[in-house]
């Protein structure tokens, strides 16, 4: 059974940086397109960033420039640098497929606030 697993969020200042951490089990992360996903109070999921199997990244408007997506096939993992953080990008966040293949993790929250 497939698991994801979530780290690395907390509090940060706005402009501060943080990096989540994704184990994806089942070697997934080298099979699959992965995403990182973010989901904030009242809003619907959302993907914010995504990694071939070929290295290829996608972002959405608003993080573009300031995420960075990276993946680790040898040990099944997913990284999101996160830079210039803004109160905006409070939210909860999830690796995934994309698309959605698998049950979501219990996310990590990232709280931007001063």
């Known amino acids: 059974q497939v698991q994801l697993v979530e780290s690395g969020g907390g509090l940060v200042q706005p402009g501060g940086s943080l990096r989540l951490s994704c184990a994806a089990s089942?070697?997934?992360?080298?099979?699959?397109?992965m995403g990182w996903y973010r989901q904030a109070p009242g809003k619907q999921r959302e993907l914010v960033a995504r990694?071939?199997?070929?290295?290829?990244?996608n972002y959405a408007d608003s993080v573009r420039g300031r995420f960075t997506i990276s993946r680790d096939n040898a040990k099944t993992m997913v990284y999101l640098q996160m830079n210039t953080l803004k109160p905006e990008d409070t939210a909860v966040y999830y690796c995934?497929?994309?698309?959605?293949?698998?049950?979501w993790g219990q996310g990590t929250q990232v709280t931007v606030s001063s």
């Open positions: 995934n497929t994309v698309p959605v293949k698998y049950s």
């Open positions: 990694i071939s199997t070929g290295g290829l990244r």
């Open positions: 089942g070697s997934i992360a080298s099979i699959y397109i």
